[in-house]
């Protein structure tokens, strides 16, 4: 019954931290989902528009968040952070349930890129942390599923809510912003973790999380390795999310309903792929092989729209073969590597400079992003083939094998 129990308060914690994954993906496709009605209502211009995707949740908001949130975390403890940060995304949110102008949009959606940064390494540490030795995997797997599920009930509630025009996107807002108030609530019953406390106790803590730690060769080596992996496959996702509604309308001009059922039928597909795949073979089998079958799924998946006539076939294939591959490639392993790589008093700090760097490259370059789309679309799919594989072959190379090890074993061989 202990053990029972114990696994029990295992996954509570899980699910809590991993909520952050929900309120991060919700977020960003609330917004772009609202960005239609914002362009109608207050005459946006692109400039405007490209401002407010760049400094979101999306991009550089949340990379400052993360590197500043998790550094606090190293310092002050994963649940002060995780806890009260949800406060502040609220706080963030009700300026874009209750906007009137522009400019209490781009403020709103800095603030909570600010605050879903700083919650990202709080949250991934603390559920490698707290998971149990040769199951980090299929705990990591559940954080990356609330990420794809986010999207899923945001698009649900914007297509149901479609008929009331801006004040259904407002209740979209107020949905994640009662969440976040609600995750208050329950993190605070949550334990610190024990790792973390284990760690500060040490009478060797002083030396082993100062910030100039993190920049020796061992973990500038292994941050170059995952930062350089998971950006190039963020700039196919951030990409991605400006071309895909391009293929929906491409392919027999698809009304707005089948848009968006295409969509969460594709993030259906990828939850399906985390809990089948990632989840079940994450901690048992060579991670690198898994991620290379991934990368190869992805690369297959998305040269279909270079080579082929965009039909609806063909989008439906893209949209499974890309849906699928996902779900055991780079976003999982970048949550569960980011984790296992780094010492106790390193963790969130080194994920947070990660999640910066690749957070803000991305909001840059969403800036040339439209530039892009005016190559041809054969141009810009061939261009998206490359990112794929580039980190494809960066995480096949480099990938560690971690598989059944503890973090306390992973830290001591490489010391």
């Known amino acids: ?156 509630l914007f297509l149901l809510l479609e008929p009331l025009g801006m004040l259904g996107a407002r209740i979209v807002f107020a949905h994640l912003a009662l969440l976040a108030l609600a995750l208050t609530f329950l993190r605070s019953r949550m334990r610190e973790s024990r790792r973390w406390e284990e760690a500060q106790a040490s009478e060797l803590s002083a030396k082993r999380g100062r910030w100039q730690d993190l920049f020796t060769r061992e973990h500038i080596g292994s941050m170059a390795f995952l ?73 297959v998946g998305m040269s279909l729209l270079a080579i082929f006539p965009l039909t609806l076939e063909v989008a439906l294939l893209h949209v499974f073969l890309m849906a699928f591959g996902q779900g055991f490639g780079a976003q999982c392993f970048f949550q569960l590597w980011s984790s296992e790589m780094f010492p106790t008093l390193l963790r969130s700090t080194a994920q947070g ?9 991305l909001g840059l370059f969403s800036f040339f992003v439209p530039f892009l789309t005016a190559t041809g679309f054969t141009t810009l799919a061939w261009i998206l083939v490359g990112f794929l594989a580039v980190s494809g072959i960066i995480g096949f190379v480099w990938a560690p094998r971690n598989e059944g090890k503890s973090l306390e074993q992973l830290e001591a061989e490489r010391a």
């Open 227 to 299: 930062a350089g992996m998971y950006l190039f496959w963020n700039l196919w996702a951030g990409t991605n999310g400006f071309f895909f509604p391009y293929i929906l309308r491409t392919v027999g001009n698809q009304s707005q309903a089948m848009s968006v059922a295409i969509q969460a039928l594709s993030f259906l597909i990828g939850m399906a792929s985390i809990y089948f795949v990632f989840m079940r073979y994450a901690d048992r089998v060579n991670q690198r092989l898994l991620f290379a079958l991934s990368a190869i799924i992805q690369v």
């Open 1 to 156: 019954m202990t053990q029972i129990a114990s696994e029990r308060e295992d996954w509570k914690n899980t699910i809590l931290a991993g909520l952050a994954n929900y309120i991060d993906a919700g977020s960003i496709v609330a917004g772009a989902a609202a960005l239609a009605l914002w362009v109608e209502a207050y005459s946006l211009s692109n400039d405007l528009v490209g401002l407010i995707g760049a400094f979101g949740p999306n991009a550089i908001a949340a990379g400052i968040g993360a590197l500043i949130g998790g550094r606090l975390c190293d310092l002050f403890g994963r649940k002060k952070i995780y806890q009260y940060d949800m406060l502040f995304y609220a706080f963030g949110m009700l300026w874009l349930v209750f906007a009137v102008n522009i400019w209490m949009i781009v403020i709103g959606f800095f603030l909570v890129g600010l605050a879903v940064g700083a919650d990202i390494p709080a949250s991934w540490s603390l559920i490698a942390e707290m998971a149990p030795d040769k199951k980090r995997g299929k705990h990591s797997g559940v954080a990356q599923v609330l990420w794809y599920l986010g999207p899923v009930v945001v698009l649900l």
């Open 353 to 361: 400079v990660m999640f910066a760097v690749v957070r803000i490259v």
